[in-house]
């Protein structure tokens, strides 16, 4: 057990814990984020992805270590009730998500392009949610949200 300190979602947060444990683990176990979500556990489908910086990585995966004095971002973060993200009310305006559970690791895949590239394509888009799988078909309404929040974003 070793002590590791990382900014969570703007606050500063210290965990004693294995620093090999997974981030994921830490989020959900100790600190009770239940917004990233485990599905594969192997990197493979996105359901778990939390903002590192600005990059989207996979909180499954990730060690605890590598977050040591750096900004994590859970699809908490983003937004509240009161004040929710753009691409929050763009989700909810175009009805992108049916089930739910991918969904807050698709917002986190589509802030982290957002943070990178402000004015994406259909095609940006897509590529940036390619490492996220979602079995219930919205894909397109998905697109159609993070492209409707960028342009909120802009108009800003």
């Not at 965990?15 to 009770?32: F, H, K, N, W």
């Amino acid at each position: 057990m070793s002590s590791v300190r990382f900014r969570l979602n703007g606050v500063e947060t210290e965990v004693d814990a294995d620093p090999d444990s997974t981030l994921l683990g830490i989020l959900r176990g100790t600190l009770e984020m239940t917004g990233p979500h485990f599905g594969c556990g192997a990197n493979e489908c996105g359901a778990c992805h939390v903002l590192v910086g600005n990059h989207a990585v996979a909180a499954c995966d990730t060690p605890l270590w590598s977050v040591a004095d750096k900004d994590v971002i859970t699809v908490e973060g983003l937004g509240s009730a009161q004040a929710p993200h753009p691409l929050q009310r763009a989700f909810i305006a175009e009805q992108a998500m049916q089930c739910g559970y991918c969904v807050s690791g698709i917002l986190i895949s589509a802030a982290a392009l957002l943070q990178q590239n402000p004015t994406p394509t259909s095609g940006d888009v897509k590529a940036a949610l390619d490492r996220n799988l979602c079995r219930c078909g919205s894909h397109n309404r998905m697109v159609r949200a993070v492209l409707r929040a960028a342009a909120e974003m802009a108009a800003r």
